[in-house]
């Protein structure tokens, strides 16, 4: 396998962005397998950096009727086959303590903290202590500033192959803003920065009981994102966001991803 497209992050500063994208969640094998290999081949024909991203499991909904998931060994394992027929690098979150080792265990590239558990000391040494990247989801309700207590966690553990994502801050009316300035505020913690597009565009806590969001601004705060110097970018994309089992008000649908990447390419290449 090719070694991880951020092996040598400094060889991307001031470059080509990298993309972290993919479904919420593992749904089943065969649609995880399509949007896989829809997003390696378009990362591949515009030479993009690309990680996989899919949750085997979702432990924070809003409702207790939400999906959660297929199981988690069956996720993980589909999850360990498309990196290995694919040859493309993987991350998924974790939740728990044990939940680390597991996932490692599967081969997957990165373990993501989410963005509510970014403070949990124990979930951070665990993360660090399997080798893997550790991308860190800046909590809603912190300042950048403060993501590089948690990111100490991780070095302090003897790991750092650390990443930091923006996702917007939460002011407890059911929406989220994004602060650009926290992009480039991160960065001199010497880490890259990912902005998460389409968590940043996320409507929680609705009434309904699910999470709503604007996924019609994901070409604008993308750009947004790399005109102020982000490392990478985060997408969530589906083939048909109105039937996905999570977060399918934000998520970008799966054919608008390729003409999205195209123009964020010449917008990286411009401001190069």
């Not at 962005?17 to 065969?30: K, N, Q, R, T, W």
């Not at 997003?39 to 950096?49: G, M, N, R």
């Not at 912190?142 to 917007?168: C, H, W, Y």
């Not at 565009?201 to 110097?229: D, F, R």
Request: a neutral charge.
């Amino acid at each position: 396998m090719k070694p991880l497209a951020i092996e040598n992050v400094k060889d991307y500063k001031n470059g080509m962005f990298f993309l972290i994208a993919g479904p919420c969640v593992v749904e089943g094998e065969e649609i995880t397998f399509k949007i896989a290999k829809e997003l390696k081949a378009i990362t591949e024909k515009y030479q993009v950096p690309f990680i996989f991203k899919a949750s085997y499991k979702k432990a924070n909904r809003s409702s207790i009727s939400s999906f959660t998931g297929i199981g988690d060994k069956e996720a993980l394992s589909i999850l360990q086959k498309i990196r290995k027929e694919l040859k493309i690098a993987i991350v998924t979150d974790i939740h728990s303590v044990p939940e680390a080792e597991l996932a490692a265990s599967y081969d997957v590239d990165m373990l993501q903290i989410p963005a509510f558990l970014c403070r949990q000391t124990e979930l951070l040494e665990a993360a660090a202590e399997t080798g893997k990247y550790v991308n860190i989801k800046k909590g809603q309700f912190l300042s950048p500033e403060s993501m590089q207590f948690a990111a100490k966690k991780v070095t302090d553990s003897r790991n750092d192959k650390v990443i930091l994502t923006e996702r917007g801050t939460t002011f407890g009316y059911d929406d989220l803003v994004v602060d650009f300035k926290g992009i480039p505020k991160m960065q001199k913690f010497g880490f890259p920065v990912v902005l998460d597009v389409t968590h940043s565009l996320q409507k929680p806590n609705q009434m309904s009981g699910v999470t709503g969001g604007e996924p019609w601004l994901i070409p604008h705060l993308a750009k947004a994102g790399l005109a102020v110097g982000a490392d990478g970018l985060f997408i969530e994309t589906h083939p048909e966001p109105s039937l996905a089992k999570s977060d399918g008000a934000n998520m970008l649908k799966l054919c608008l991803m390729e003409p999205l990447v195209k123009e964020l390419v010449n917008l990286r290449n411009a401001l190069k």
